[in-house]
């Protein structure tokens, strides 16, 4: 039988990393990951999250079967963090998920069941994996602009193309901090979309995986809880991978707003039965350890702090790669950067510059441009700069 399955498309951004680790110069840097890397290079475990990891073994709570929803308080939790203290959390239910790639495909399997065939739209860039889950359960997918010219939101753009959405449509928008493009509208272009979507009745479907690692927590949740209090119905995908460190623990969420207590019911047992057939039910072990920090107070208030200290290293990255630049001759490009917020940034570098930048310099970032700024060693920094700018260089060179 095996040997009629066709030769499947490698995975991008994994197949980027096997080739990182074959590369033997000791100088090679990795961009190419989305995770959070301190100054020397490593992925840090939280304090936040290994003190729960503590009470949670000292506990040593049984491992019975949480049920089809994952942990009810973990969920609450989600909800609560999510949506704010308003009244939308009234309206809407969450599942815990197999982290936010679970709820995005989680969420694409409900809006095929309610509607199959249902166009959704994304943006043109988009993350990498959101095509693929959404045309997996079955979703036809449109895409609608998301850069100008000069590397900046395209809110003309954007909107022109949304305006032909309509009642029968879901829109994917990234909450915050855009991957891969780190460009993010202004409060003002959110509101029109929210406007649009009103108008047109499309279902917002957000996806929510770098909260806290832009402008601050509660101000990279603003978007997200404007939309779910002008909607009758939405959609959020929720990730803990980035904000609580907790990648290979696979924690997320899904949620779904509806105009009534009676939809929102139905859909929770639709998210549920699409579990049951593909995992069941989520791993606890995260789950746990997010639920513990967010009922504490202490808890809690260390985790903020600790998130407030990543979302800072990631801007001075920036903000230093950017001044490099700046002082390389590249302030155009610079600009650019600088403007971008959260874990990536898209270099001014067309396929075959960044094929160079890897193969002269050994910086690795994917073929389109994308680079985690999150994930620059501090003393790196200068080599990248100098390798972008000789890259530049050598195509200015060649015209």
């Known amino acids: 039988m095996l040997e009629l399955l ?11 990393t096997y080739e990182f ?69 009234e309206r809407a239910a969450a599942v815990q998920t197999v982290a936010g790639t679970g709820a995005l495909r989680l969420l694409a399997d409900l809006i095929c069941r309610t509607r199959p065939g249902t166009t959704v739209w994304i943006s043109d860039p988009a993350y990498v994996n959101h095509r693929p889950i959404l045309e997996a359960a079955g979703l036809t997918v449109r895409t609608y602009r998301w850069r100008d010219a000069e590397g900046g939101f395209d809110a003309a753009g954007m909107l022109g193309d949304l305006a032909g959405a309509g009642r029968d449509d879901v829109v994917l928008l990234q909450g915050c901090c855009h991957n891969p493009t780190g460009v993010d509208p202004s409060a003002q272009d ?17 996806d929510l995986a770098y909260h806290g690692l832009g402008d601050g927590l509660e101000a990279d949740l603003w978007a997200t809880r404007m939309l779910a209090e002008r909607v009758a119905e939405m959609f959020i995908a929720v990730s ?15 949620i779904v707003l509806g105009s009534s207590r009676r939809t929102v019911t139905h ?13 069941s039910m989520p791993p606890e072990h995260g789950a746990a350890v ?12 260390a985790w903020r702090a600790e998130l407030d200290e990543m979302r800072a290293r990631i801007t001075a990255n920036r903000t230093e790669l950017a001044a490099r630049l700046t002082a390389l001759g590249r302030g155009e490009q610079a600009q650019t950067l600088a403007r971008q917020k959260g874990m990536f940034s898209m270099l001014p570098l067309r396929v075959d510059q960044m094929l160079l930048l890897r193969r002269q310099f050994a910086i ?3 073929t389109a441009g994308r680079i985690n700024i999150a994930g620059i060693p501090a003393d790196r920094i200068p080599c990248l700069a100098e390798g972008i700018a000789a890259v530049l260089d050598t195509a200015d060179t060649r015209r």
């Open 240 to 254: 803990c991978s980035k904000n609580f460190g907790l990648y290979s623990d696979r924690t997320g969420c899904a």
């Open 267 to 279: 859909a929770e047992t639709a998210l549920q039965n699409a579990a049951r057939t593909q995992y």
């Open 364 to 366: 690795y970032g994917t």
């Open 190 to 206: 959110w509101e029109a979309v929210a406007e649009l979507a009103v108008r047109n009745g499309w279902v917002p479907f957000v």
């Open 21 to 89: 680790g074959t590369d033997e110069r000791p100088e090679r840097l990795n961009l190419v990951l989305g995770v959070y890397r301190d100054r020397t290079g490593t992925t840090p475990v939280m304090a936040a999250v290994r003190e729960a990891e503590i009470r949670l073994a000292e506990r040593s709570a049984s491992k019975e079967y949480r049920g089809l929803s994952g942990n009810a308080a973990f969920n609450r939790a989600m909800l609560a963090t999510v949506l704010g203290a308003g009244g939308t959390a």
């Open 290 to 301: 997010v639920t513990t920090i967010l009922e504490d107070d202490g808890l809690r208030a």
């Open 6 to 16: 066709p030769p499947p498309p490698a995975d991008p951004l994994w197949d980027l």
